[in-house]
């Protein structure tokens, strides 16, 4: 069993940046891909940017240019760089991982789901 803990999340206006970190369990965190999804209310929930255990990367058309992903396999840790960031951007972040990962932005290919943390960009 993997346990995934977010955090970083908070409250910035529009135009800011937030760092948001995820913290894994386990001792074969290298073998995941991880993934990060958000949810807003009202609204399914999306993939917005992911990192497989190769070091390949994707992300949402929407976040692509402003947000970076990226692994840190010796403190079992994936972080979130967020700049510029949008109203629209105001959601819950979840920080998901899996070894069965295909495609990164398959929300069913994730095992493991954090419990999410709270952005929002005021305007």
């Known amino acids: 069993q993997v346990q995934l803990v977010e955090s970083g999340g908070g409250l910035v206006q529009t135009g800011g940046s937030l760092r948001l970190s995820c913290a894994a369990s386990g001792r074969t965190f290298s073998r995941y891909a991880m993934g990060w999804f958000r949810q807003a209310p009202g609204k399914e929930r999306e993939f917005v940017s992911g990192?497989?255990?190769?070091?390949?990367?994707a992300y949402a058309d929407s976040v692509k240019g402003r947000f970076t992903i990226s692994r840190d396999n010796a403190k079992n840790t994936i972080t979130l760089h967020m700049n510029s960031l949008k109203p629209e951007d105001t959601a819950v972040y979840y920080c998901?991982?899996?070894?069965?990962?295909?495609?990164?932005?398959?929300?069913?290919?994730?095992?493991?789901w954090g419990q999410g943390t709270q952005v929002t960009v005021s305007s």
């Open positions: 990192i497989m255990s190769s070091g390949t990367t």
């Open positions: 998901a991982g899996s070894t069965n990962v295909l495609i990164l932005r398959t929300r069913g290919g994730y095992t493991y």
